[in-house]
């Protein structure tokens, strides 16, 4: 059985930085295309960073250049960091894992609860 579950999330101000982390179990990250993707209140799910088996990376335009995703396959486990943080970014976070080793139109099959991030002016 597949399990995701996510940590880092939290309160920051403006300009601060957090990580967050999505361990994985009943799956083996190094293997497919993972992702975070999040929804801030009254928002639709938005996708924010893609990162395929062979390191290619896909960011939100949004994020570029303040947040990076990652992945360490010896802790089976995915990584987002996130730096400069804007009020813009307040949403809840999710870890997503599909089942292909390319993300481009890649289904995410499986999702994490989620994990708050808040980013105060």
């Known amino acids: 059985q597949v399990q995701l579950v996510e940590s880092g999330g939290g309160s920051v101000q403006a300009g601060g930085s957090l990580r967050l982390s999505c361990a994985a179990s009943?799956?083996?990250?190094?293997?497919?295309?993972m992702g975070w993707f999040r929804q801030a209140p009254g928002k639709e799910r938005e996708e924010v960073a893609l990162l395929n088996t062979v390191g290619s990376r896909n960011y939100a335009d949004s994020v570029k250049g303040r947040f990076t995703i990652s992945k360490d396959n010896a802790k089976n486990t995915l990584y987002l960091q996130m730096n400069s943080l804007k009020p813009e970014d307040t949403a809840v976070y999710y870890c997503?894992?599909?089942?292909?080793?390319?993300?481009?139109?890649?289904?995410?099959?499986?999702w994490g609860p989620g994990t708050q991030v808040t980013v105060s002016s």
């Open positions: 009943g799956y083996t990250v190094s293997n497919y295309c």
């Open positions: 997503a894992a599909g089942r292909t080793s390319y993300c481009r139109n890649a289904d995410f099959d499986y």
